[in-house]
């Protein structure tokens, strides 16, 4: 089926949007606000409702698009606002979808501060890569988060920078790569093998670029 088809549509408008999947639900945060909601498709993948989570984000100046992931049994959005825009959260997640609060998992190394930073998991471990301090100035730095058994996060690593700065755009892991697509309205495609530890010895350009900038 070529087609798309409308299926329950959110609580509230969102912008800024991070999405994760978890044990068959889906959960949805936003910027703007510190709702939290998740549903659970039918068979047909069609959404009936959605909920809204009890539990909230510590604020409502979040930036989850990009920043959210479910591995494990929890969820994690990096990075907070306001003076927070360099820590992670998590929430356990529980067998009927519901999530506990929120706490503070770990802290970008040094404390820099990020926004619109994009984040994936992969190996047993979170990356998080670019974003911006504040403003329109991006940056290249690539960090990395051992996940324990228990959730928690190990201290971040700062590890190989992309071969340019970037936020916004894309992140996702294929066949043991992590892949940074477009950001700054670009068509640029970057890509890393992360190794056992955690580290990336470095990352590479792909000569076939994006047919259309990204941003």
């Known amino acids: 089926n070529s087609n798309w088809t409308t299926t329950a549509l959110l609580p509230t408008a969102s912008q800024n949007t991070g999405a994760a999947t978890y044990n068959g639900y889906i959960y949805v945060a936003h910027y703007g606000r510190n709702n939290v909601y998740y549903a659970r498709p039918g068979s047909d993948g069609s959404i009936s409702s959605w909920t809204t989570s009890s539990v909230t984000l510590p604020n409502n100046d979040i930036h989850p698009s990009g920043n959210m992931v479910a591995v494990n049994g929890y969820l994690y959005i990096a990075t907070g606002g306001g003076a927070s825009h360099n820590q992670i959260y998590r929430a356990k997640i ?93 068509t640029s495609l970057y890509y890393a093998r992360l190794n056992s530890d955690g580290t990336i010895t470095s990352w590479s350009t792909s000569a076939t670029s994006l047919t259309e900038s990204l941003d």
């Not at 503070?104 to 926004?115: D, F, K, M």
């Not at 670019?130 to 960090?143: A, I």
């Open 94 to 186: 529980n067998a009927n979808g519901s999530l506990e609060a929120f706490s503070v998992a770990a802290t970008l190394p040094g404390s820099v501060v990020r926004s619109y930073s994009q984040m994936v998991v992969a190996n047993g471990y979170l990356v998080v890569m670019g974003g911006t301090p504040g403003g329109p100035t991006p940056e290249s730095s690539v960090y990395t988060f051992q996940i324990n058994s228990d959730g928690s996060l190990a201290a971040g690593v700062t590890t190989a920078s992309m071969p340019g700065a970037r936020f916004t755009g894309t992140a996702f892991v294929l066949n043991g790569y992590i892949y940074y697509a477009g950001g700054n309205d670009t």
